[in-house]
């Protein structure tokens, strides 16, 4: 007996794009859960961020708040929002404390591959993440995170 095979244009984007997410989601069936609010702002805060530091020293205030505010947030969220990116930015500006000489690299995937053979479960490990900033200041490289 032939098994139906349910085809969707989702489910092929979802497979050419990343076998892996294909295999939790169709597979598995395992349903990502609905992203928390405190995410979603944390990810707009690097975003910020990350535009700062795209333009520094040249930031424009009124360009950084028209993107903030597309977000389309809860009043409140985009209040603090707005303040939190702004004592951010006068902080770094009046003190000087992590104002960079020159911006290498923001937002700045990276992998870490071990040595699995040393491990108790061998196979292909490494370790995926984003570097926040890599940055010349005082002329040492720092890694922001």
């Known amino acids: 007996m032939s ?5 969707s244009w989702s489910r092929i984007s ?5 076998k892996w997410v294909y295999h939790l989601n169709y597979e598995l069936n395992l349903v990502p859960k609905v992203v928390e609010p405190t995410l979603r702002d944390g990810k707009l805060y690097h975003e910020c961020l990350s535009y700062i530091y795209e333009r520094w020293p040249d930031v424009d205030g009124k ?6 505010k597309r977000y389309s947030l809860e009043a409140k969220v985009e ?5 939190y990116v702004g004592n951010y930015l006068r902080h770094i500006k009046r ?3 992590q104002e960079p ?3 290498l690299l923001n ?3 990276f992998e870490v591959k071990l040595d699995s053979a040393r491990l ?7 370790f995926i993440g984003i570097m926040d900033l890599v940055v010349l200041r005082r002329k040492r490289g720092e890694i922001w995170d």
Not at 14 to 18: D, G, L, N, P, T
Not at 63 to 68: P, Q, R, Y
Not at 120 to 126: D, I, M, T
């Open 3 to 7: 098994q139906k095979l349910n085809i």
């Open 14 to 18: 979802s497979w050419k794009s990343c």
């Open 63 to 68: 360009l950084l708040v028209s993107k903030i």
């Open 79 to 83: 209040s603090d929002m707005l303040e």
């Open 95 to 97: 003190y000087k404390s």
């Open 101 to 103: 000489d020159v911006v």
């Open 107 to 109: 937002e700045f995937p």
């Open 120 to 126: 108790k479960y061998p196979g292909q490990v490494s």
